[in-house]
Every structure is written in C-alpha cells, then in structure tokens.
C-alpha cells in the first residue's frame, strides 16, 4: 500500500462546477496535510494546509480531513480554466526533526469551457 | 533576490560524471528538503536537513550527497550520474518541520 494515494485522474469538470480531489494516507500518527498545486512545468506550490479533523476554508478552496478513515479531500468551487493544474496530496510523517512530508503522485484536473 | 532559488535551470550531463546542484534561501529556514520528480512517482525525497551540518535520508538517497555548512545553501551531489538520475529536482524550505514547504523552481537535469 502506498503511503498516500491519490486517483491520477484526469478529472474533468466543466468550468463553474465543483472539483472535488481525494487522497488516502496510510500511516495514523500523520498531524498535518496539504494540498499543492503544480501547473506543467513549473514547481508545486502550498494552496492549503490542515491540522485537524473537518472543514477549512480559503476562498474557493475547501479542505476536509477525517483521521479516522485517514482521507484528505479538496473541493474546489466555481472552477476556472486557470485551476487546470496537478494538484498533489502532502501528509507530514515523523515528529520533530525527523518530520517530512511524503507526497501522492498527484491528480490532474481539466477545466473545460 | 530573496526566497529560494536552485541552480542550474537546466543541466546535460554525461554518465559518470560528478553534478552538483544548488540551493540557496534567504529567510533563514532551518529545514531544507531534496526532492525529485518523475512520472509515475511522484515526488520522492532524496536528502533533508533539520540545521546546519544536521543531514538525514530520505527515500532515495543512493548515488547522492548533499551537506549543509551554511543555513543558506544546501547543495546536492551526484557522485557519479547515471541514466536513472535522469529527472526534475526540486529543493524546498520551512522554518517549522510541521508547516507545508516551499519549493524552488526546479533542475531538470539529463544525463546522457
């Protein structure tokens, strides 16, 4: 089992709609998440973090955690053609010095007109 | 310029020879990380340090050394390149091991 799966996708939605991005992790002591964006080419970029079970909220962007299930979601509303990106899963394994994030191989989403 | 900048852009190399990638960072973070990337993988980490001179493995660290005598700098070696460390390489920074990180532009290196 990998340590964080995400489906590779692509995930196409049409502009407007909701996307709605999944990510399982495997280990239970994980504290901290995020999620990453990384257009073609360039480097990934920090769009939210989260540190405790349920709902936050940045603009469109949406993050839930559930430790229980160990499930990370990003939801993302009003898609715009500009959201067309790879967005990758992060969970923070180890404590203190020995902390590091380990990433899921990342979703593709397509906005489409 | 301030943030975290790695050099070269873009490096052709040849097998067997020593490449050596740079990373530096202006806000003083303590933690630095080494990352490549390839399709099907994903990101996987190569090299991270807590400080200066405090350096640890990652998940694929054969073929590579890396040291860190500055806070600044943490630069990544390849011994003796081969074909299979053919791939983007991305260094990143936080100040605190439980924040997301930030990344710099990346090196694609290809060895030939």
């Known amino acids: 089992q990998k340590e964080v799966e995400q489906n590779s996708g692509p995930l196409s939605v049409p502009e407007g709609a909701i996307a709605s991005l999944n990510c399982t992790y495997s280990?239970?002591?994980?504290?901290?998440f995020f999620w990453y964006r990384q257009y073609s080419g360039k480097s990934p970029e920090l769009i939210m973090s989260?540190?405790?079970?349920g709902d936050k909220e940045d603009g469109r962007f949406t993050a839930q955690l559930n430790k229980a299930s160990q499930y990370v979601s990003l939801l993302i509303r009003d898609s715009q053609p500009s959201d067309s990106a790879t967005y990758l899963c992060?969970?923070?394994?180890?404590?203190?010095?020995?902390?590091?994030?380990?990433f899921g191989t990342g979703t593709r989403l397509q906005v489409t007109l | 310029d301030a943030g975290i900048t790695q050099s070269p852009r873009y490096k052709i190399t040849e097998t067997g020879r020593q490449v050596t990638l740079m990373c530096h960072q202006t806000?003083?973070?303590?933690?630095m990380f080494w990352y490549r990337q390839d399709l099907g993988h994903g990101l996987r980490l190569i090299y991270y340090?807590?400080?200066?001179?405090?350096?640890d493995k990652g998940e694929v660290p054969d073929g590579y050394v890396v040291s860190r005598s500055k806070t600044e700098n943490f630069p990544l070696t390849l011994e003796s390149a081969t074909r299979s460390q053919t791939s983007v390489y991305f260094c990143?920074?936080?100040?605190?091991?439980?924040?997301?990180?930030?990344f710099g532009s990346g090196t694609r290196l290809t060895v030939v």
């Open positions: 340090s807590a400080a200066a001179d405090i350096t």
């Open positions: 806000w003083s973070h303590s933690y």
């Open positions: 280990d239970r002591v994980s504290q901290s």
């Open positions: 990143a920074s936080t100040s605190t091991s439980s924040y997301g990180y930030t």
């Open positions: 992060a969970v923070n394994r180890g404590t203190g010095t020995a902390s590091k994030l380990t």
């Open positions: 989260i540190y405790s079970n």
